[in-house]
């Protein structure tokens, strides 16, 4: 044998010897803590189970009575297991955990040392959401707790738990999401063929073919809330009344709320129509549905007019329903407005606007103004002419003060300076009217109960406060009707004029002062040799800036010809009522109180039920 | 010859070397303004503001309301009182139980573009 052969047969014989090992009695063992397999065999577990079915129809129901009474006898024949509690959840859908209130107790006994074990029937029973089912076993395997499903004889702290475990919960949610998709394409079938969903509604009953009839005594209930919020009653007064007269709701419950009022309002179907997918749900794991409307319409929707009876009628639906999307004229309880116009006096072609009101657009408040004509010729010169050709009247909003009445619009507020409240005196509530053709708004005074009456300031210690109020109607109507930008503030003076007790307040609109809010980049200089992280970034300032009207930069005023007093010539009658343009409402106000009345003779009827 | 005949001889002569010297056209006549007096009426311009003073104000009796009247062509600055309500009304003065005092009223945006107009060129600030 050479000498390297000889070498590599030591080595070789070392790490023999060396795997060898020791005598086993010279070993001292310290034996681990038995492991969860073994305990499961040989200690008393606390035991529990859970139970889901999703719907609670009788089939699902009975399903649920059986896994109930399993699990509980099992868990109390085995002598090595002590019985807990059977966790359940009836009619909750697997795909969201946070509805299942069964479950999140499981958890947090579980939490509280209180479970050592869960049977469970199946993943899908367990949960449908494969993020859900793993995090949920995660945790309870993190707390020493392990889930035995019945349907795959799968232990959650078994070697192989996890792997299998991760497959059969992707197929449940797959299950689920299949569900969804046939759910869904149903559904669509269904309405593109004009068959739409009977779910419970107030004031019908379904037949034997899915139609809806009129159930006469909740038609009642109906007709009443309709004819009330149009006459000015809020959601929370008619709830209010309901529940005093007992009506019961479609649940049968007799306690009333405002929400449950706007829904009734709401639904097209009172007025016979349908419209199927207003809601939709996005996430078939979330269950939550939204909103199918406006710019969120993102499912097809299928309308079908005069589909049933109607309790009430399209334009009273449609009068109730444009109330409702002016949240803040309703708040103010008052009755559907009247489109109207003063047709005579020196207001002549002026509609009485409510501010909050959005109901009425540019276009209907134009078409107001313009079926009254009037004319120029209504004023006459008094005095001396003096001729003054080729000067100018220099304007005197070149000279700014507090004395002179002025009244400032932004998008959704308006504010009158205290100059206005003194002209008047003593006048705390006024109206506004418009006149698209003059481009002007007019102010009157007026008696508090009016319903276009402005608060639009107070005496304070022989003071006048004035009020900012809100004005989302009349905004949007000159916003639209001038073509303003939505974040300036515009402001105009006002010219006072009066003739005995007749007074009123003109603004002229077309020439606001305007102050908006600008930003500036400022670049601050940068040092040559600067390294890139310390220069410095651009700032952004902003600042409000003022811009007057175009004409002040070309002329100092009002061209002049003569020197001269002109004056309304007629009869001023400044607070002459205004017109009803019945055509142009969409409601009159005579139909307004027949609906108050029959409201009325149904409550009656009520009364005499009781 | 008497001393009154020797009076009125040197004042004829004096006459006659004023007549002899003096030629109108080479005259100008001194413009009044040069000797501002608190009883002409005059305003002041300045570059924000306005006033006018007290003779304005007193020569207008009663008048706490003006209108400005301004002709572009002929640069002239015209006063006329007006109504209180007048939509261009402008309180001049400051009408007190008594007597009735001067007011700077303020006006930039009517300066401002006054200056450049009569193309005064003369920073005022």
Request: net charge negative.
């Amino acid at each position: 044998m050479i000498a390297g052969e000889k070498a590599a047969v030591d080595s070789k014989e070392k790490i023999r010897n060396r795997y060898k090992g020791v005598d086993p009695s010279e070993l001292e063992v310290i034996m681990p803590i038995a492991s969860d397999e073994v305990a499961l065999e040989n200690r008393k577990l606390k035991v529990a189970a859970y139970v889901r079915v999703s719907t609670e129809n009788d089939e699902q129901t009975s399903s649920y009575e059986l896994q109930v009474n399993d699990f509980t006898e099992r868990i109390k024949a085995n002598p090595n297991w002590e019985f807990v509690d059977i966790y359940s959840d009836e009619g909750i859908s697997g795909t969201e955990l946070s509805h299942r209130k069964g479950m999140l107790q499981m958890i947090e006994d579980a939490r509280a040392g209180k479970i050592d074990h869960i049977l469970a029937k199946s993943i899908a029973r367990f949960a449908r959401n494969v993020v859900d089912c793993l995090s949920i076993i995660d945790e309870l395997r993190k707390l020493g707790v392990g889930v035995h499903f019945d349907e795959n004889n799968l232990y959650t702290l078994d070697s192989t738990g996890a792997l299998v475990l991760t497959i059969l919960a992707t197929v449940a949610e797959e299950e689920s999401r299949s569900k969804s998709f046939i759910m869904n394409w149903s559904i669509e079938r269904r309405f593109s063929k004009g068959i739409f969903l009977t779910p419970k509604l107030l004031g019908y009953d379904v037949d034997e073919e899915g139609e809806l009839v009129v159930n006469p005594d909740e038609a009642e209930t109906v007709k009443v809330i309709y004819d009330l919020y149009i006459n000015g009653w809020s959601a929370t007064e008619i709830a209010d009344l309901l529940t005093s007269y007992g009506r019961p709701t479609k649940l049968g419950n007799e306690v009333w709320n405002p929400g449950s009022i706007n829904g009734v309002i709401e639904n097209e179907r009172h007025c016979g129509d349908v419209r199927a997918r207003k809601t939709y749900t996005p996430d078939f794991k979330t269950h939550k549905s939204v909103k199918n409307e406006g710019a969120n319409l993102k499912r097809k929707q299928y309308i079908q007019r005069n589909h049933h009876e109607a309790i009430v009628d399209r334009d009273v639906y449609n009068a109730a329903n444009m109330m409702r999307s002016s949240h803040i004229y309703t708040s103010k309880s008052r009755p559907l407005p009247v489109l109207s116009v003063i047709d005579g006096g020196i207001l002549s072609g002026y509609v009485p606007i409510d501010k909050n009101w959005t109901g009425f657009s540019a276009e209907e408040y134009q078409a107001a103004c313009e079926s009254i004509t009037t004319t120029s010729d209504d004023e006459v010169v008094e005095g001396k002419r003096l001729y003054m050709g080729g000067y100018e009247v220099v304007r005197g909003d070149f000279f700014p003060s507090h004395e002179r009445p002025a009244m400032t619009i932004t998008n959704g507020k308006l504010r009158f300076n205290t100059a206005c409240l003194k002209k008047f005196e003593d006048v705390e509530y006024v109206e506004l009217l418009l006149n698209t053709v003059k481009n002007c708004i007019a102010i009157r005074p007026c008696e508090k109960d009016n319903p276009n009456a402005i608060h639009w300031g107070h005496l304070r210690e022989e003071r006048w406060a004035v009020s900012t109020l809100s004005c989302r109607g009349l905004a949007r109507t000159l916003f639209d009707m001038m073509s303003w930008e939505d974040e300036g503030q515009y402001r105009f003076s006002g010219e006072f004029k009066a003739q005995g007790e007749n007074k009123l307040l003109l603004f002229e609109l077309g020439e606001p002062v305007i102050t908006k809010t600008v930003e500036q980049i400022v670049v601050p200089e940068q040092p040559d040799e600067a390294e890139e992280e310390e220069r410095q970034e651009e700032i952004v300032i902003r600042e409000k800036v003022r811009v007057n009207p175009p004409s002040w930069t070309t002329s100092f005023g009002v061209p002049v010809s003569y020197l001269e007093q002109r004056h309304y010539s007629g009869d001023w009658d400044v607070l002459r009522p205004a017109k009803e343009l019945e055509e142009m409402s969409p409601l009159t106000a005579d139909r307004l109180a027949a609906l108050m009345k029959e409201a009325e003779t149904i409550m009656e009827g009520w009364k005499k039920t009781a | 010859m008497s001393e009154v005949q020797n009076n009125i001889s040197e004042k004829e002569e004096r006459r006659q070397e004023i007549q002899r010297v003096f030629n109108p056209d080479n005259c100008q006549v001194i413009r009044k303004e040069l000797f501002a007096s608190l009883r002409d009426p005059a305003v002041t311009i300045r570059n924000g503001n306005i006033t006018f003073n007290t003779a304005c104000i007193r020569d207008f009796e009663g008048v706490v309301y003006v209108r400005l009247l301004y002709d572009k062509q002929l640069k002239f600055l015209s006063v006329t009182e007006c109504d209180e309500n007048d939509k261009h009304a402008l309180r001049w003065c400051v009408a007190g139980a008594d007597k009735r005092k001067s007011r700077k009223m303020r006006c930039p945006d009517f300066t401002g573009p006054l200056f450049e107009h009569v193309n005064a060129g003369i920073n005022l600030t």
